[in-house]
C-alpha cells in the first residue's frame, strides 16, 4: 500500500510541476499586442526622502546640506527583453525632464511591444547627435527644458543637471549656496551617459498588461558618489573640465529600481 501510495504521490507531484509549467509558457505566449510602460522617479537622499527647502543631510564629507532644487534629464529609453531583444523607443519623443519643484517625476512610454522585459537602458542628459540637429530639431523639449531650468541658452546647451541648495561644514556653520549645473559644453566636453539598469523582476508588457516600474534615485550620489565632491572646495560647478565629468560620472549612478507593478492597465 505504502508504495502505491508513493506512486500516486509521485505522480501528483508530476502533475503540478507540468500544470505550472504549462502556465508559464502560456502566460508568455499570451504577451501580444502594445501597450504604455510608466516609470516613476522617487527622490531621496542616502535612503531618506527628498523634501526641498527644509530637510538636511550630512554626507560623507561632512558637509550638511539643505536641497532648493533638484531637476535632470533622462533620455534615449531602450527596453531588453529575457531573450536580449532590444526595443528602442522613438529617440524624437525620448527626453524628458525629472523636476522634484514642479512634481514631475514620471515617465511614460507609449506603444511598447509586448514582452517580458528585464532591462533597460537610458542616459542622464542630451546626447550630441541631438543638439547637433539644432534648435529646430528639438521639437518641443527645448520649450520643456527652458520652463524648468533646464537650459543655459540654446548656444550653449541643456543643463542635464541642475541641483542647487545650500550646505554648512563643521568648520563654517553659516550657510553658503551651492549650484551644480552639469552637461556637455559644445562637443569638446561631452558629459552625456549612458547606462543600464537592471530589474528585480520582469516588466510584463501585452494589450491588457501596463507595468509601472518604480526607480529610486539617490541624489547623495552627486557629491557622494564614486568621485567626492567637497562643496567647501568649490560651491559654484558649471563648466569644469575637472568637476563636471566626475559629477556627471556619479550621477549615473543614482539610479534603481525598487520595484514593479505589473497588473492590468492599473495606474498606480
Given at each position: 500500500?505504502?508504495?502505491?501510495?508513493?506512486?500516486?504521490?509521485?505522480?501528483?507531484?508530476?502533475?503540478?510541476?507540468?500544470?505550472?509549467?504549462?502556465?508559464?509558457?502560456?502566460?508568455?505566449?499570451?504577451?501580444?499586442?502594445?501597450?504604455?510602460l510608466?516609470?516613476?522617479?522617487?527622490?531621496?537622499?542616502?535612503?531618506?526622502?527628498?523634501?526641498?527647502n527644509?530637510?538636511?543631510?550630512?554626507?560623507?564629507?561632512?558637509?550638511r546640506?539643505?536641497?532648493?532644487?533638484?531637476?535632470?534629464?533622462?533620455?534615449?529609453?531602450?527596453?531588453?527583453?529575457?531573450?536580449?531583444?532590444?526595443?528602442?523607443?522613438?529617440?524624437?519623443?525620448?527626453?524628458?525632464?525629472?523636476?522634484?519643484?514642479?512634481g514631475?517625476?514620471?515617465?511614460?512610454?507609449?506603444?511598447?511591444?509586448?514582452?517580458?522585459?528585464?532591462?533597460?537602458?537610458?542616459?542622464?542628459?542630451?546626447?550630441?547627435?541631438?543638439?547637433?540637429?539644432?534648435?529646430?530639431?528639438?521639437?518641443?523639449?527645448?520649450?520643456?527644458?527652458?520652463?524648468?531650468?533646464?537650459?543655459?541658452?540654446?548656444?550653449?546647451?541643456?543643463?542635464?543637471?541642475?541641483?542647487?541648495?545650500?550646505?554648512?561644514?563643521?568648520?563654517?556653520?553659516?550657510?553658503?549656496?551651492?549650484?551644480?549645473?552639469?552637461?556637455?559644453?559644445?562637443?569638446?566636453?561631452?558629459?552625456?551617459?549612458?547606462?543600464?539598469?537592471?530589474?528585480?523582476?520582469?516588466?510584463?508588457?501585452?494589450?491588457?498588461?501596463?507595468?509601472?516600474?518604480?526607480?529610486?534615485?539617490?541624489?547623495?550620489?552627486?557629491?557622494?558618489?564614486?568621485?567626492k565632491?567637497?562643496?567647501?572646495?568649490?560651491?559654484?560647478?558649471m563648466?569644469?573640465?575637472?568637476?563636471?565629468?566626475?559629477?556627471?560620472?556619479?550621477?549615473?549612478?543614482?539610479?534603481?529600481?525598487?520595484?514593479?507593478?505589473?497588473?492590468?492597465?492599473?495606474?498606480?
Amino acid at each position: 500500500m505504502k508504495s502505491l501510495k508513493n506512486i500516486q504521490y509521485l505522480f501528483l507531484a508530476l502533475n503540478i510541476l507540468i500544470t505550472s509549467c504549462s502556465t508559464d509558457d502560456d502566460s508568455s505566449e499570451n504577451l501580444s499586442g502594445e501597450n504604455n510602460l510608466t516609470m516613476e522617479f522617487d527622490n531621496s537622499v542616502n535612503g531618506d526622502d527628498l523634501i526641498l527647502n527644509t530637510a538636511a543631510y550630512t554626507n560623507s564629507n561632512d558637509e550638511r546640506i539643505t536641497i532648493n532644487r533638484f531637476n535632470y534629464i533622462v533620455s534615449n529609453f531602450v527596453l531588453i527583453d529575457s531573450e536580449g531583444n532590444e526595443f528602442t523607443y522613438p529617440k524624437d519623443e525620448s527626453y524628458f525632464v525629472i523636476s522634484e519643484e514642479e512634481g514631475l517625476n514620471e515617465v511614460q512610454l507609449t506603444n511598447i511591444p509586448a514582452g517580458e522585459y528585464v532591462a533597460l537602458r537610458f542616459g542622464v542628459g542630451v546626447d550630441q547627435e541631438k543638439y547637433l540637429q539644432g534648435a529646430e530639431g528639438q521639437g518641443n523639449f527645448l520649450q520643456t527644458a527652458e520652463s524648468t531650468n533646464m537650459l543655459w541658452s540654446w548656444l550653449t546647451g541643456y543643463k542635464f543637471l541642475n541641483f542647487e541648495g545650500s550646505f554648512t561644514t563643521a568648520t563654517s556653520t553659516e550657510a553658503q549656496d551651492f549650484k551644480i549645473h552639469m552637461g556637455s559644453h559644445g562637443s569638446s566636453l561631452d558629459n552625456y551617459k549612458e547606462f543600464t539598469v537592471d530589474l528585480p523582476t520582469k516588466a510584463l508588457v501585452s494589450s491588457n498588461l501596463s507595468p509601472i516600474v518604480h526607480f529610486k534615485v539617490d541624489a547623495n550620489q552627486i557629491l557622494d558618489g564614486q568621485n567626492k565632491i567637497l562643496l567647501s572646495e568649490k560651491s559654484v560647478v558649471m563648466i569644469d573640465e575637472v568637476k563636471s565629468p566626475q559629477i556627471a560620472t556619479n550621477a549615473a549612478t543614482m539610479f534603481s529600481v525598487d520595484h514593479i507593478h505589473n497588473g492590468e492597465n492599473h495606474d498606480h
